[in-house]
């Protein structure tokens, strides 16, 4: 007989999982989703013909999708319709000035050297030491479990890491390919992708910029992100998945050392064999598992370090706004500044950087024609005693925003807004059952990866797992994809050796 596992939550990993426990094991699998869609923070809102991703916008490392759909027999491009980004984006900064990110190599540097002469040597040297942190990177310490400290600190991994610069930050680390602070910003600022800041990410994510600039490109899906939790989904039920929407799970149960189910809110209990929580990790701990290691209890995560969060817009126009590149990103007039009030003092920043999406600009479909569909995401600080976000501070910050928005070329936006949703670290929080609202969970700095990060393996209970942003490799939706993989082998070598 088949073994029975319940995924608690059809998010990215837990859908990923799904797949891989269904086709390489051969898992009696059941996905159960509080909310009325999959996909988690990978979502989509639709209102009046305007269709926003609500979270993820930019795609990379495709290869990972693919090995995804190959596991279960199928071709990831038959299902998901990938249009590549050139330019990547443009880099608006606070003088004026702008950067067009290309992975046209001539192109890009013709760009960088308009800024600072001489900056195409150091692009050059730049992605040399990159694509190393990449390759290195991803298949010694992303793409693997570690058990123990020894997986971790091996001579070798001790080696690489000093390779790898790994004590280094990002910005300072950065800072050795180029003069000009402008091009020190557009190539450290990717860990806004992870939700941490350049001046204390390790330098290792320098990779983030190969990545999309050299190694495989910057991708979008037509009809939206969300094409791909959908297209998983839809893999998932042809192999046999069983997932189910609007079920919530109360609590998961242990006895005596190993995991016996689920229960759910409306009183009825599932019985597994193995529970996948792809819930936030901290959120796990804290609301669905009564009895807990006391290394995990709540005062725990007092002291780690989280994420940031994000203040959202979803605005649908009655215009176009053709000034607007598909992804834009705008840096505040002092980067550091910002990075400091969002994370050492949790405090908004009075001149915030952000990102700005306009999908139209590669798939008409997606707003009403002469319309326009932008998705501004601010980062902002997690929620704590400092950062309530009670409806004045929603509508005063609002304010601010457009008026940024405004002052940097979208004159007029108010007046031709007709569609508004706004997403703050409390719906962040609510929605997704966030911790604190961080909206990319747990951080990455030297403290929280690899070995350090949670595992994806419950210590006290057999045949309790984890997948998602907050436990390994890490957040992101090609990380969290990786994750699912690393954790199906875990539960299948846990099964050959008697402890599954």
Not at 141 to 170: H, P, Q, W, Y
Not at 354 to 371: E, I, Q
Not at 481 to 488: M, P, T
Request: hydrophobic share 40%.
């Amino acid at each position: 007989m088949a073994l029975k596992a319940i995924i608690v939550g059809a998010g990215i990993g837990g859908l990923a999982t799904a797949i891989r426990l269904r086709s390489q094991l051969g898992c009696d699998v059941t996905v159960l989703e509080k909310n009325s869609t999959v996909g988690g923070r990978c979502n989509v809102l639709v209102d009046r013909g305007y269709h926003f991703d609500i979270g993820p916008s930019l795609l990379l490392m495709t290869d990972v999708y693919r090995d995804l759909f190959a596991s279960a027999g199928e071709n990831f491009d038959e299902h998901v319709k990938l249009v590549k980004m050139e330019p990547n984006y443009r880099v608006n900064f606070s003088d004026g000035s702008e950067l067009e990110m290309s992975s046209d190599l001539p192109r890009m540097i013709e760009n960088l050297e308009k800024i600072e002469i001489g900056a195409g040597q150091g692009y050059l040297r730049f992605l040399y030491d990159a694509s190393l942190k990449y390759r290195i990177g991803r298949k010694k310490f992303v793409e693997r479990n570690f058990n123990k400290a020894s997986d971790f600190f091996s001579i070798e991994n001790l080696m690489l890491l000093g390779k790898l610069n790994a004590l280094n930050t990002l910005y300072g680390h950065v800072s050795k390919f180029f003069q000009d602070d402008r091009l020190r910003q557009a190539f450290s600022m990717q860990t806004m992708y992870l939700g941490i800041s350049p001046f204390s990410a390790p330098a290792v994510y320098t990779l983030l910029a190969y990545t999309e600039l050299a190694e495989d490109g910057l991708y979008f899906p037509l009809g939206g992100t969300y094409a791909l939790p959908l297209a998983m989904a839809a893999v998932a039920s042809r192999i046999g998945v069983e997932i189910e929407t609007g079920v919530s799970v109360a609590r998961i149960i242990v006895e005596n050392g190993s995991t016996r189910g689920v229960q759910l809110e409306d009183k009825g209990f599932l019985p597994a064999d193995i529970v996948i929580s792809n819930a936030d990790l901290p959120y796990t701990y804290t609301d669905l598992l009564q009895d807990r290691p006391a290394k995990y209890a709540e005062e725990r995560w007092k002291k780690d370090n989280f994420t940031c969060s994000a203040f959202n817009l979803y605005l649908g126009t009655d215009k176009e706004f053709p000034q607007l590149r598909h992804h834009n990103f705008f840096l505040g007039p002092d980067y550091r500044k910002n990075f400091e009030a969002i994370f050492d003092r949790k405090e908004i920043p009075a001149y915030p950087s952000f990102y700005v999406n306009s999908v139209t600009k590669t798939d008409r479909t997606l707003a009403p024609h002469g319309g326009d569909n932008i998705f501004v995401l601010v980062p902002v600080p997690h929620l704590s005693p400092a950062t309530k976000w009670d409806p004045d501070d929603i509508a005063s910050f609002k304010d601010k925003v457009y008026g940024q928005l405004e002052d940097r070329g979208l004159t007029d936006l108010r007046k031709h807004v007709v569609v508004e949703h706004v997403y703050t670290p409390n719906d962040w929080k609510e929605r997704f059952n966030l911790k604190y609202g961080a909206a990319f969970g747990l951080s990455h700095g030297l403290a929280q990866v690899g070995y350090f990060r949670p595992a994806n393996r419950a210590a006290h209970a057999k045949g309790l797992y984890f997948v998602g942003a907050s436990t390994a490799p890490g957040t992101g939706v090609p990380l969290v994809c990786i994750g699912a993989k690393l954790v199906v082998e875990q539960i299948a070598a846990d099964l050959s050796n008697g402890r599954g």
